[in-house]
């Protein structure tokens, strides 16, 4: 995703929208299931695009001095809270 569609996924509303698609096919999948410690915790859809939509920072890589193999804004990355 270029820093344009970053940008464009930063805007209102957008992050929720693309989370929705990306991780529940767009209101096909009504829960999120997660296994710990042989615990099932399941979440409303509705419940884990909010709590994403209000917590995730969308930011594009940077390639890092001294490698030539990387290259800047080749990656997005979602932040919880400001950490990767």
Known sequence: M???K???VRAKGHLRT???KAMFN?????Y???KHNNLFHIFYCKDVINVFGD???ICNSKARK???NET?????LFKYNGKI
Request: aromatic share 4%; charged share 30%; glycine share 10%.
């Open 26 to 30: 767009g209101g096909e999948v009504d």
């Open 66 to 68: 001294g490698r030539t």
């Open 18 to 20: 693309f989370l929705n």
């Open 72 to 76: 800047s804004e080749q990656k997005v």
């Open 2 to 4: 270029s820093s344009e």
């Open 55 to 57: 917590n995730l920072e």
């Open 6 to 8: 970053a940008k464009n």
């Open 32 to 34: 999120l299931t997660v």
